[in-house]
């Protein structure tokens, strides 16, 4: 279970968030045995995501994240709810890389800087909202901040970290977001952006301190409402189901005589899902 605060701070013109994610990366690092450099990109973007999933207004809406970069990990893809119930999967989240000269974990690198974030929000409308924007640095914080610019046109300051212990587990995950109200002043733009330049090491921060020390320390003035998001696959059986019945009977009777079941693993979780003639039969009736 993770932990978001999120409110009001420099006299309620700025609204603050502070995620603690590490739990949830790690369930991440378990079902797709991601390697370090993956956890850190996965990580941070789990974590960019969980904060935009807290802006849906009702429990049963959907946010849905890709960032397609041209680096060695491929695509990856974050989904959530109104609820913060999160999961996501990474292409080539076994691929690793060399450190990068500070001793950092590459990010960049294993994200690509050319490609874009894209995301879908279904919010109950007839159409959902989308928005896209190029990626800049593939750092995932930097690419987040200029998605809030250039697609919904609202500024965005972040810090995201996510750290990677000698046994390849996360021993700290998070994030510091602060984005300005239509009516903050000059002088609170800047200290919020003060407050976010000041985290050289976020994840570290969040390792000592967690989500609610941090946000006493940089906010001491903000009011704030706490959350448990989690890392929870929606997937089963019915849903499952429903995919396979829209390939039509006829393929689903050419893999059953092939294989002799049909046999679908969701992305996200890693869950086996098996149908056998007789479930597939089941489906089909009128």
């Given at each position: 279970?993770?932990?978001?605060?999120?409110g009001?701070?420099?006299?309620?013109?700025?609204?603050?968030?502070?995620?603690?994610?590490?739990?949830?990366?790690?369930?991440?690092?378990?079902?797709?045995?991601?390697?370090?450099?993956?956890?850190?990109?996965?990580?941070?973007?789990?974590?960019?995501?969980?904060?935009?999933?807290?802006?849906l207004?009702?429990?049963?809406?959907?946010?849905?994240?890709?960032?397609?970069?041209?680096?060695?990990?491929?695509r990856?893809?974050?989904?959530?709810?109104?609820?913060?119930?999160?999961?996501?999967?990474?292409?080539?989240?076994?691929?690793?890389?060399?450190?990068?000269?500070?001793?950092?974990?590459?990010?960049?690198?294993?994200?690509?800087?050319?490609?874009?974030?894209?995301?879908?929000?279904?919010?109950?409308?007839?159409?959902?909202?989308?928005?896209?924007?190029?990626l800049?640095?593939?750092?995932?914080?930097?690419?987040?901040?200029?998605?809030?610019?250039?697609?919904?046109?609202?500024?965005?300051?972040?810090?995201?970290?996510?750290?990677?212990?000698?046994?390849?587990?996360?021993?700290?995950?998070?994030?510091?977001?602060?984005?300005?109200?239509?009516?903050?002043?000059?002088?609170?733009?800047?200290?919020?952006?003060?407050a976010?330049?000041?985290?050289?090491?976020?994840?570290?921060?969040?390792?000592?301190?967690?989500?609610?020390?941090?946000?006493?320390?940089?906010f001491p003035?903000?009011?704030?409402?706490?959350?448990?998001?989690?890392?929870?696959?929606?997937?089963?059986?019915?849903?499952?189901?429903?995919?396979?019945?829209?390939?039509?009977?006829?393929?689903?009777?050419?893999?059953?005589?092939?294989?002799?079941?049909?046999?679908?693993?969701?992305?996200?979780?890693?869950?086996?899902?098996?149908?056998?003639?007789?479930?597939?039969?089941?489906?089909?009736?009128?």
């Amino acid at each position: 279970m993770g932990k978001l605060l999120k409110g009001l701070a420099f006299g309620g013109e700025i609204s603050v968030s502070v995620l603690e994610t590490t739990d949830m990366v790690n369930e991440g690092i378990r079902i797709h045995k991601l390697s370090p450099v993956a956890a850190a990109a996965f990580g941070r973007s789990l974590t960019a995501c969980t904060f935009m999933a807290s802006g849906l207004k009702n429990k049963e809406d959907k946010l849905y994240v890709n960032i397609n970069g041209d680096g060695v990990g491929g695509r990856i893809t974050v989904c959530g709810n109104g609820e913060l119930f999160m999961r996501g999967s990474v292409v080539n989240g076994g691929a690793e890389l060399p450190l990068k000269p500070n001793g950092k974990l590459d990010v960049g690198g294993f994200v690509g800087k050319n490609g874009r974030i894209t995301v879908v929000k279904s919010m109950g409308l007839k159409e959902p909202y989308s928005g896209s924007a190029a990626l800049v640095s593939g750092e995932i914080a930097e690419d987040f901040t200029a998605y809030f610019a250039y697609s919904e046109q609202i500024p965005t300051a972040m810090a995201l970290g996510v750290l990677i212990g000698t046994d390849r587990t996360c021993i700290g995950a998070g994030g510091v977001i602060v984005q300005a109200m239509p009516y903050a002043s000059e002088s609170s733009l800047i200290g919020a952006e003060k407050a976010v330049k000041s985290l050289t090491d976020v994840s570290a921060q969040i390792k000592e301190k967690g989500a609610k020390g941090l946000m006493e320390e940089l906010f001491p003035d903000a009011e704030y409402t706490e959350s448990d998001p989690v890392y929870r696959c929606l997937c089963d059986k019915e849903y499952v189901k429903g995919i396979l019945v829209s390939l039509g009977k006829k393929e689903l009777d050419d893999i059953i005589a092939k294989e002799k079941v049909v046999k679908v693993s969701c992305e996200f979780c890693g869950k086996e899902y098996v149908f056998n003639a007789d479930d597939v039969e089941e489906m089909f009736k009128v």
